[in-house]
Structure formats: structure tokens, C-alpha cells
């Protein structure tokens, strides 16, 4: 399970070859991608301006269908396209087609903001068995047909469960999780995790990715946070000595 952060530049990366070479070693790969940045931005350019309530886009009816709009028809296409150049038989769907993300609404205050509350496997597992990579668009759907917009994270922390990935591996704009000095952690603990979580060292868009490790221990082998703007993106995230952060208990003495 493979999350691509939204920005242009993370998308433009070398991560296809990389996904390429999984593919042809056999091993089933869904991609998740955000796109907060590009939502924010195209909104500014259509005039509009975007209100944060403790770090969570507010999302009236219009910042929902300007998410739909943005993650559907501009930010999947790129990261679909992208693998496509790398020879990978990307698919792009978003969180409704087959039911596969089902959300409630995460609070009132925020309007169409859902909450992940089931995953629904069977359309990723059609693709992937026919050897297609599905991108899945941040959106989620309820019980009543009404789409969400949902935390790329969070949707890829769902799927990574569900469809018991071996690993989750999170490429962002940033080289991986920095402690107070700046320093990117190499490997990071559940401990080290709270601690810097609860100090506000970990902050904004890395709050998701850290809880979303978290919770996923007992069930993936690894969680990585990496670069994806790097060349040899995927191979450098995946490996211990890649220069990003692995999230795992700390290692017996
Ligand atoms: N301790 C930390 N270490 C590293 N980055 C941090 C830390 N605390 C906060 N951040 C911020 O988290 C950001 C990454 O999250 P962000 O949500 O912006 O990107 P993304 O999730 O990859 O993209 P998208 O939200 O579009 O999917 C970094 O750019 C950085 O500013
Ligand atoms: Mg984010």
C-alpha cells in the first residue's frame, strides 16, 4: 500500500519505475493519493478561500465538490498518468466506486468531512488480481449515496488494514519524521511517537501518517515515511537505510 502526498512535485517524482518493479516481482499494489495543496490552491485561484477549524478543512457543499472536482480530475489523472510512463497499469477510482471507502460524517463543524467506518475490498482485489494498480481518489461515500472528502491518510491506513498490506508506505514532500532538533528518526517507536506527538513536535499533515502507524503495528510489517520527490523514491523508502522514517517497536536488546 503505497500513499502519494497530493503536491505536484511529489506526484512528478520517480515513484512509478518503482511501483513497476513490485508489480513484476508479483506483489499486489494499491496506491492512495491527497491533494490538499492542489484543493487549496485551485480554490484560490477560483476566488475562494479555505477555513481550517484545529488543522481540518472546513468542507461546505461547494469545497466538496471543488474536492471531487480537484482529486477526481486533476491530481488522479497526474499520478495515473505517471505510472502509465512507467509501464504500470494504473486505474484510477475513488473512495464510492464499489462502495470500497464507506464514511460517516466525522463532526458536524466540518461539514462533509467523513470518517473511514468500513472498507470494502473486493473492487481493489479485482484489479489487482487482473494485474491493474488502482489510485485511489481521498473521497468516501455514507449509507444515503452523499460524498465525502476524507484524509488521504486516513483512506490509505484503511485500506493498508483491510486488505492486509505487508506494508504502508507514506511519500510525502518532507525526507521523513524530524524530531525537536530537525533531525529526520531513522526508527521510530510507539513510545517516541506519543512523546513527540503530545509535544506538538509532530504537527499538521504528519499527525495522520504518525496515529495512522500506530494503529497499524499489529497488522503490517512495516510503516515508512519517506520523500517522494527523491529519485528511486519507493526503493529508498523501503529500505532501512533509505534515509526516511520506519515506524516499528523498538527491536528486542
Ligand atoms: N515532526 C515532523 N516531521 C516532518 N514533517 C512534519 C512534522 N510535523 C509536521 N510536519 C509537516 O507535515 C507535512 C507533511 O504532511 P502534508 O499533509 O503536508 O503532506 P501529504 O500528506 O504528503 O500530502 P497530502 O496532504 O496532499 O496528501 C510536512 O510538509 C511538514 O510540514
Ligand atoms: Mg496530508
Known amino acids: 500500500m503505497v500513499k502519494i502526498g497530493g503536491t505536484a512535485e511529489v506526484a512528478a517524482g520517480g515513484i512509478g519505475r518503482g511501483i513497476r518493479a513490485l508489480v513484476d516481482d508479483g ?13 487549496t ?29 480537484v482529486f477526481r480530475g486533476l491530481v488522479a489523472p497526474a499520478v495515473v498518468g505517471d505510472l502509465q510512463r512507467a509501464g504500470v497499469s494504473a486505474v484510477g477510482i ?16 466540518l461539514g462533509w468531512v467523513g470518517a473511514v467506518r468500513q472498507v470494502d475490498t473486493r473492487l481493489l482485489d479485482d484489479l489487482t488480481a487482473a494485474g491493474h494498480v488502482p489510485v485511489v481518489s481521498p473521497l468516501g461515500v ?23 498490506a505487508r506494508a504502508l508506505v507514506f511519500l510525502t514532500d518532507v525526507d521523513g519524521v524530524r524530531d525537536a532538533d530537525g ?31 500506530l494503529g497499524l503495528l499489529d497488522y503490517v510489517d512495516a510503516v515508512c515515511i519517506a520523500s517522494g520527490t527523491r529519485r528511486r523514491a519507493l526503493q529508498r523508502a523501503l529500505d ?14
Request: charged share 25%; glycine share 14%.
Open 240 to 253: 532501512p537505510a533509505g534515509g526516511g522514517t520506519r515506524v516499528a517497536p523498538a527491536p528486542p536488546l
Open 27 to 39: 506483489a499486489r499494489v494499491v496506491v492512495a493519493h491527497g491533494g490538499g495543496d492542489e484543493l
Open 94 to 109: 475513488s473512495g464510492p466506486d464499489g462502495g470500497v471507502v464507506r464514511v460517516r460524517r466525522a463532526s458536524k463543524l
Open 142 to 164: 455514507d449509507g444515503r449515496g452523499r460524498l465525502y472528502n476524507v484524509n488521504g491518510d486516513d483512506v490509505a491506513a484503511a485500506l493498508a488494514r483491510a486488505t492486509r
Open 41 to 69: 490552491a485551485w480554490r484560490r485561484a477560483q476566488g475562494r478561500h479555505t477555513v481550517w477549524r484545529e488543522g481540518l478543512r472546513v468542507t461546505d457543499d461547494q469545497t466538496r465538490d471543488d474536492a471531487v472536482l
Open 183 to 213: 533531525r529526520v528518526i531513522a526508527h521510530l517507536d510507539p513510545p517516541q511517537a506519543r512523546r513527540l506527538l503530545r509535544q506538538g513536535v509532530i504537527a499538521g499533515g504528519m499527525i495522520p501518517k504518525v496515529r495512522a502507524a
